[in-house]
């Protein structure tokens, strides 16, 4: 089984910077794909960035240029590095996991709460 715990999350002013913490215990070395969603209040959770087990990034549109994703093997971390924030990202962000290259991710941390103030 793999265990997903979220930290980092918290207020910030906009325009400033946070960075989110995922630590992967269990069966980490079956992980190929880890992830950010977010979901605002009233919303759908949404994707926001993905790396492979190699480190190939992928991002959401909404957050390109300034969000960076990125991930430790050897510490079993995956972090995302959030700039240039702004009250529209302010959501409960989530981290995931999956243990194919494609396809819906299985498992899922508890949140985090970012809230971004103007």
């Known amino acids: 089984q793999v265990q997903l715990v979220e930290s980092g999350g918290g207020l910030v002013q906009a325009g400033g910077s946070l960075r989110l913490s995922c630590v992967v215990s269990?069966?980490?070395?079956?992980?190929?794909?880890m992830g950010w969603y977010r979901q605002a209040p009233g919303k759908q959770r949404e994707f926001i960035a993905a790396?492979?087990?190699?480190?190939?990034?992928d991002y959401a549109g909404a957050v390109k240029g300034r969000f960076t994703i990125s991930r430790d093997n050897a510490k079993n971390t995956v972090y995302l590095q959030m700039n240039s924030l702004n009250p529209e990202d302010t959501a409960v962000y989530y981290c995931?996991?999956?243990?194919?290259?494609?396809?819906?991710?299985?498992?899922w941390g508890q949140g985090t709460q970012v809230t971004v103030s103007s």
């Open positions: 995931a996991a999956r243990r194919q290259f494609v396809g819906r991710f299985e498992y």
């Open positions: 269990g069966s980490s070395l079956s992980i190929k794909v």
């Open positions: 790396v492979t087990s190699g480190g190939s990034p």
